[in-house]
């Protein structure tokens, strides 16, 4: 990865303002910090607990891995140029990040598709269950989604390697694409039709898939006789279903506006939330409105408490 004009960028961040910025600093240390904590208790959970051996969990493991490497791959940096006033990145670096937070991202919705689907097979399709979402089918469905991300993110760049700038200020808090292609010299019209063509393909494919899903697992869901049954189906889903909003509702707001002026800062202010607020909420979705994994963290405390006391 070499680039013929700069070796190395300023990033501007989110602020100049000296007080703003140690007020930055403290909340995304602290959602970072919830974040990985939060996701790495899930993931623990549902390696230890055997209660949680089931599709959905694997999934769900695989999802809160996603996030702290999403999150990691961009706030650690920004929070290391927030306490140090250091704002410089290599090209190899920046590079590196373009590729890894765009990476993390695309796999994130492939699996989000897909946990849509493993929900749609539990409540449509639930004495088929255990046989269509056997271990196996599991692995290969997440090994799908990160070879889609990897299909999807390489081919654009493949291109990003090859422009030169004519700037070194990069107008974020961390190494993206569209404001690489705002300083550089050369022709991005390509590069920019495809990353449109690439997102749109993603978002639309698993969009798509989303809604599918739900629209049947609704649909079998009001056919149950009893509200005691609908009730507990929904249940099922609705952790999921607050996950999609989040992070469906925060592209849609990226992308669709209804005036271009001052988008780079709404952006801004759109990404910390899918890169710091989004990561650390997820894990409290999901155990607080789950009673498997709640039940399942209690009992991990408890036999953790037991060992102690020994």
């Not at 990865?1 to 007080?19: A, E, S, V």
């Not at 004519?166 to 495809?194: G, R």
């Not at 449109?196 to 697992?217: D, E, G, P, Q, R």
């Not at 929904?234 to 925060?250: A, K, L, P, R």
């Amino acid at each position: 990865m070499r680039n013929h004009t700069f070796t190395t960028f300023l990033l501007q961040g989110l602020t100049d303002d000296p007080q703003l910025k140690a007020v930055l600093l403290i909340f995304l240390c602290l959602t970072y910090m919830l974040s990985v904590t939060g996701n790495l208790t899930i993931i623990s959970l549902t390696i230890v607990d055997p209660q949680l051996k089931t599709a959905m969990y694997y999934f769900l493991q695989n999802f809160s891995f996603l996030e702290i490497a999403f999150t990691s791959a961009c706030i650690p940096k920004y929070l290391y140029s927030l306490s140090t006033g250091d704002n410089t990145i290599t090209y190899n670096s920046c590079i590196t990040e373009v590729f890894f937070t765009d990476l993390f991202a695309v796999t994130e919705f492939f699996l989000l598709a897909t946990m849509s689907y493993d929900r749609y097979v539990a409540i449509c399709k639930p004495l088929h269950y255990v046989t269509i979402m056997n271990s196996r089918v599991c692995r290969r469905l997440v090994l799908c989604c990160w070879a889609a991300g990897l299909l999807i993110v390489f081919p654009p760049l493949t291109l990003v390697l090859k422009l030169e700038f004519c700037d070194s200020v990069i107008d974020h808090f961390f190494c993206d694409a569209y404001p690489l292609l705002k300083i550089s010299c050369s022709q991005t019209w390509l590069i920019e039709q495809m990353v449109i063509v690439c997102a749109v393909l993603t978002f639309v494919m698993t969009l798509v898939c989303v809604v599918l899903s739900y629209i049947y697992i609704i649909k079998t869901i009001l056919q149950f006789p009893s509200s005691k049954q609908r009730k507990k189906a929904f249940s099922t889903c609705s952790s999921h279903m607050i996950v999609i909003s989040i992070t469906y509702g925060s592209c849609i707001f990226i992308y669709v506006k209804p005036s271009a002026k001052d988008s780079m800062a709404v952006n801004k202010g759109v990404v910390i939330l899918t890169t710091s607020i989004a990561p650390m909420l997820n894990p409290f979705i999901y155990t607080l409105r789950n009673k498997q994994v709640k039940q399942a963290f209690n009992n991990t405390v408890k036999r953790i408490s037991l060992l102690l006391r020994k």
